[in-house]
T-cell receptor
Framework: AQSVTQLGSHVSVSEGALVLLRCNYSSSVPPYLFWYVQYPNQGLQLLLKYTTGATLVKGINGFEAEFKKSETSFHLTKPSAHMSDAAEYFCAVSAPGGSYIPTFGRGTSLIVHP | DTEVTQTPKHLVMGMTNKKSLKCEQH?????MYWYKQKAKKPPELMFV???????INESVPSRFSPECPNSSLLNLHLHALQPEDSALYLC????????????FGSGTQLSVL
């Protein structure tokens, strides 16, 4: 079975500051990892995903994440926060060869202050 | 067209009502999903259809009845719901069941009175 733990239910940053959202995973097989974003009253949108290959993954809206096997982490970063980044962010994991359906973390709410 | 369309966007129903949620995609995806999401919580998987056949039922109460009439359409029939069933119901699709990339609709916000 696979799972993810998102550290911090809320993260607050100032506009222009670095965004760091933390995600640690547990998986018995090499995992596929994802970050999804959910804006208020919307569905989830895939930001980026790691399957195999390059461990630094670039996504939409200037976000990127790095797969670190030794730390079982897949943290999401963005160099400079924008007001429009305020949303709920979900880390997810799936197990290739088993259930490909992602298991979601509890989510982190990103708050951006002017 | 890369959209998953859900209707209605909002639904208020009494505990004795029967209603249906509709989800449509025209991306040629052969796997479709229903999720339930409570406020400030992650989505919880309810049902998965693959090639119009029910593949996964996550022990969902029988008052929720899914239907996949064709490869583009997914319904969720609701009957005798409870107030605790109030939530955002999300539909998603993927190319195949083994395709890890999900496309989500905007959801139906359901309130059960």
């Amino acid at each position: 079975a696979q799972s993810v733990t998102q550290l911090g239910s809320h993260v607050s940053v100032s506009e222009g500051a670095l965004v760091l959202l933390r995600c640690n995973y547990s998986s018995s097989v090499p995992p596929y990892l994802f970050w999804y974003v959910q804006y208020p009253n919307q569905g989830l949108q895939l930001l980026l995903k790691y399957t195999t290959g390059a461990t630094l993954v670039k996504g939409i809206n200037g976000f990127e994440a790095e797969f670190k096997k030794s730390e079982t982490s897949f943290h999401l970063t963005k160099p400079s926060a924008h007001m429009s980044d305020a949303a709920e962010y979900f880390c997810a994991v799936s197990a290739p060869g088993g259930s490909y359906i992602p298991t979601f973390g509890r989510g982190t709410s990103l708050i951006v202050h002017p | 067209d890369t959209e998953v369309t859900q209707t209605p966007k909002h639904l208020v129903m009494g505990m004795t009502n029967k209603k249906s949620l509709k989800c449509e995609q025209h991306m040629g995806h052969r796997a479709m999903y229903w999720y339930k999401q409570k406020a400030k919580k992650p989505p919880e998987l309810m049902f998965v259809y693959s090639y119009e056949k029910l593949s996964i039922n996550e022990s969902v109460p029988s008052r929720f009845s899914p239907e996949c009439p064709n490869s583009s359409l997914l319904n969720l029939h609701l009957h005798a719901l409870q107030p605790e069933d109030s939530a955002l119901y999300l539909c998603a699709s993927s190319q195949e069941l083994i395709d890890e990339k999900l496309f989500f609709g905007s959801g139906t916000q359901l309130s059960v009175l």
